[in-house]
């Protein structure tokens, strides 16, 4: 149990990357990196007792370096979609990079995913990173100062708390993108596991992935994941796949249940609690294959699944959204566990 620190790499400028390895008393294993605050890997246990890697990621860092869909990554300024590359705050329009068509994407070209953090270990089993986002940086307005510190719990847990702070009235939404597959063989679809959601209503969106503003009920429609479902059954009714922003039921604010996915074949399961009042459920539907594992197997489509607990995409234009503002004075902060087990 504890903290371990290895050379990883070198990026171009010189900057050494560094690996930790946090391992806590129930048999999680996870593999971080100070470049993007990337997993890399996240081992636990199957039902007979066997570890496997139950997320997507390389073991080099010149792969990671040569482009990825955000493998295991921390998202940043802001996660998922804003319409049209811009928003309007305080009576001035800020212009933003258009990475997603005409839209804008996590953070923009060089989000938090890519830029080099600071780290060091500040508890047994507790990794804090540190990252001082200069005001303008990919178009947002603001100085931005933010902490995340991952924690390994004694029983199987993961804890990511984000923590911010800015000198001017800016848009903040920080998240994830681990992909995971609780199988831990790549060659079995993320679409046989079993999947509930704590939401009665997701954000529909339109052609581009921007949601049309409505709140609507997951009743009767193949969103409806409040009692477990493989996505298999409905997955050929939703355009393109799942990558949608689902409206969890709860306070925003308090820790809560939001997602439980169980792997029948290997018998692990993972929860997902969360402070944000949404989770963006994607089911790997743009892997193409083009990149492979550490070990050769391709990553095929829906080898991966990811759970993104966030504020709803497009936020800042959609004033009927809870707001994701963080102004000068107040401090930005949520807090999400991935809990593993098995059945």
Request: a negative charge; hydrophobic letters at 30%; one cysteine or more.
């Amino acid at each position: 149990m504890g903290i371990t620190e290895e050379h990883f790499g070198k990026l171009k400028d010189g900057r050494k990357v560094s690996r930790f390895t946090i391992t806590g008393e129930g048999g999680l294993e996870v593999k971080i990196i100070n470049l993007g605050g990337i997993i890399t890997s996240l081992k636990v246990p199957d039902r007979e007792g066997r570890s496997g890697n139950v997320v997507l990621g390389f073991d080099d860092l010149d792969t990671y370096l040569a482009g990825h869909p955000y493998f295991g990554a921390l998202i940043g300024r802001y996660g998922n979609r804003i319409a049209g590359g811009e928003f309007e705050l305080d009576g001035r329009v800020y212009t933003l990079a258009k990475n997603d068509g005409e839209n804008h994407l996590h953070g923009g070209e060089i989000g938090f995913d890519k830029v080099y953090w600071e780290a060091e270990t500040c508890a047994e089993t507790a990794l804090r990173m540190t990252y001082q986002s200069p005001d303008g940086e990919e178009g947002y307005p603001g100085n931005l100062d933010v902490e995340v510190i991952y924690t390994v719990g004694r029983e199987n847990e993961l804890t990511i708390g984000y923590k911010a702070i800015t000198d001017k009235a800016t848009h903040v939404n920080l998240t994830a993108h681990s992909y995971f597959n609780l199988t831990a063989d790549l060659s079995r679809s993320i679409l046989e596991h079993e999947v509930r959601l704590n939401a009665d209503r997701f954000t529909p969106v339109n052609e581009n992935l921007i949601p049309t503003g409505e709140l609507r009920s997951v009743q009767g429609t193949p969103f409806d994941f409040r009692g477990a479902r493989r996505p298999e059954e409905r997955y050929d009714q939703v355009d393109g796949g799942y990558d949608h922003n689902f409206v969890l039921n709860g306070e925003e604010g308090v820790l809560r249940s939001s997602a439980m996915v169980r792997d029948p074949y290997s018998g692990r399961t993972l929860e997902v609690l969360t402070t944000e009042p949404g989770i963006q459920f994607y089911t790997g539907n743009f892997l193409d294959g083009s990149l492979k594992s550490s070990d050769g197997v391709p990553f095929e489509v829906n080898s991966g699944f990811c759970l993104e607990p966030q504020h709803y995409p497009d936020s800042p234009n959609q004033p009927d959204f809870p707001s994701t503002v963080l102004l000068s004075g107040e401090e930005y902060r949520t807090k999400t566990i991935y809990r593993f087990g098995t059945d």
